[in-house]
């Protein structure tokens, strides 16, 4: 399963690829968690990043590509891959598909998860992240056994600075600017496979599995 998950901040990107990751044994690429390691590590990178990622603005393409092109190039990529939050921009689509070809790996579709605008204020407010590895919980809609505790790792729970309201609406000015025309670029590729984000997690990891496999 070679796949591009996308959809609004909230939407599930996270929480699915994790899901999948874990289920088919592949690699779970996320630019933001590593974005977000490397800003807790203070790494030249993380310090580049935190700039834009605190704002809710996105890291340059140059920065990011590179960073991604990185983390392609290892072994466990052969078997599959499962992009989340990669690529947000028409510059970043471009530069994937350059990396794809050296490599000589292809796409089996790309998921647009999608959630109401309206629901997304909630997912971002609610979501807290484990400090020590990242896996992602919700206080309503996923919390963990004991609050502020990762059952994962017992890792330390903390709220993303970018996850405020306010924070929410220039992330998704973002979205809907930049990544639309990465959409279309995909779509007219008949690449585009969409599945609705507002059900219960497991109905929409079968919903993935479903619009990914092959007949
Ligand atoms: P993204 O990676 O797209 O920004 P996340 O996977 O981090 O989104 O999910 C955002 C928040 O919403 C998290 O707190 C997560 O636990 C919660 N969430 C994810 N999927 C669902 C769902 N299907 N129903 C309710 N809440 C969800
Ligand atoms: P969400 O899915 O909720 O938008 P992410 O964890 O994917 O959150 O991303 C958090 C932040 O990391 C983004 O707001 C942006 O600053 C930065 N970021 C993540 N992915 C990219 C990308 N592909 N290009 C540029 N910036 C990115
Ligand atoms: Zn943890």
């Known amino acids: 399963m070679h796949i591009i998950l996308m959809g ?10 994790a899901l999948l990751a874990e289920q088919e044994q592949i690699p779970h690429i996320s630019t933001g968690d ?10 030249p990178l993380g ?10 603005k996105f890291v340059p393409d140059d920065v990011t590509n590179a960073m991604v092109k990185d983390r392609l190039a290892q072994d466990d990529c052969k078997k599959g891959f499962i992009l989340d939050g990669y690529p947000r921009t028409a510059d970043q689509a471009q530069a994937l598909a350059g990396m794809l070809a050296d490599l000589s790996l292809s796409l089996d579709g790309v ?4 959630v109401p605008d309206p629901l997304l204020v909630e997912r971002a407010e609610g979501r807290r992240v484990c400090r020590n590895c990242g896996a992602t919980y919700h206080v309503k809609f996923n919390p963990p056994a004991v609050p ?15 996850d405020t309201a306010e924070k929410l609406q220039v992330r998704l000015t973002e979205y809907h600017q930049q990544t639309a025309p990465v959409l279309e670029y995909y779509q007219s590729k008949g690449l585009v496979k969409t ?3 507002d059900q219960p997690m497991a109905s929409v990891t079968a919903a993935i599995k479903k619009a990914v496999a092959k007949v």
Do not use: H, W
Request: hydrophobic share 30%; charged share 25%; glycine share 20%.
């Open 8 to 17: 609004p901040p909230g939407a599930g990107k996270g929480t699915q690829a």
């Open 111 to 114: 998921v647009k998860i999608d």
């Open 148 to 162: 502020g505790v990762c059952d994962k790792c017992g890792g330390e729970l903390y709220q993303r600075s970018d």
């Open 195 to 197: 599945v609705d984000g």
């Open 34 to 43: 590593i974005f977000r390691a490397n800003m807790g590590q203070g790494t």
């Open 47 to 56: 310090k580049l990043a935190k700039q834009y990622v605190d704002a809710g």
